[in-house]
C-alpha cells in the first residue's frame, strides 16, 4: 500500500451497527477533513483514468458524495460536471430511474440535456456497495446515449456481488473492505 492509500486507510472511520445493526459503515467524513487529502485523491483518479484508458467528455456523480470527487476531478480532466438527483431537486426536463439500495429502493433524475448522444462518461461515488445507484447513473447516461467507460470509488465493500450487478459497467476503487 502507499502512502496516499495509507493515509485515506487512517482516515476512514469504522462505525459498526450503523444505519442498522450487523453493518460495519465506513465513514469518509474524517477523509473529507484531512487538509489536502481530497486533492491527492483526485490526482490520483486522474492518474488512475490515463492508466486505464479512460478519457470522458463528461464525469457524472450521483447525489451526495459524488457531488464531492466529480467537480474535482471534472476540474482536472478539463471537461464538464453532470449531476444525477434525487427525484424533484433538478429544475428542467429530467429522465428518472428508479433502483434498489443496500438498505431499501430509491430513484435518481438526470438532465435530459446533460449528455449528448455519444459523449463518454466516467461515473464517480464515493462507495460501491451493492452497486444499485451506479447501474442506475449508467442506465440513466445509456438512455441519454453516452457510452459508460467506467466508475470510479473511493472504497468498495467486498462481499456484495456490486461488480456483477453493474456489468457491464468497469468498476476501479482505491480501498477495498470486507462488507
Known amino acids: 500500500m502507499d502512502e496516499l492509500l495509507s493515509r485515506i486507510t487512517d482516515s476512514v472511520r469504522t462505525v459498526p451497527d450503523f444505519p442498522i445493526e450487523g453493518v460495519m459503515f465506513r465513514d469518509i467524513t474524517p477523509v473529507l477533513g484531512e487538509p489536502g487529502l481530497i486533492s491527492s485523491i483526485t490526482d490520483r483518479f486522474v492518474t488512475d483514468l490515463k492508466q486505464l484508458g479512460w478519457k470522458p467528455d463528461s464525469v457524472v456523480g450521483p447525489e451526495a458524495r ?26 428542467s426536463s429530467t429522465r428518472r430511474v428508479e433502483y434498489s439500495l443496500e438498505y431499501g429502493s430509491n430513484a435518481l433524475e438526470i438532465h435530459e440535456d446533460a449528455i449528448q448522444p455519444g459523449q463518454r462518461v466516467v461515473i464517480i461515488d464515493d462507495l460501491l456497495a451493492t452497486g444499485g445507484t451506479i ?23 467486498d462481499g456484495l456481488g456490486a461488480r456483477e450487478a453493474i456489468e457491464p459497467v468497469n468498476a476501479h476503487a482505491l480501498l477495498s473492505y470486507p462488507a
Open 135 to 157: 447501474s442506475a447513473c449508467a442506465r440513466l447516461c445509456e438512455e441519454l446515449g453516452a457510452e459508460v467507460l467506467g466508475a470510479l470509488f473511493l472504497i468498495e465493500l
Open 66 to 91: 459524488g457531488f464531492i470527487f466529480g467537480p474535482l476531478l471534472a476540474d482536472r480532466l478539463g471537461c464538464g460536471f453532470v449531476p444525477v438527483r434525487k427525484p424533484g431537486k433538478l429544475p
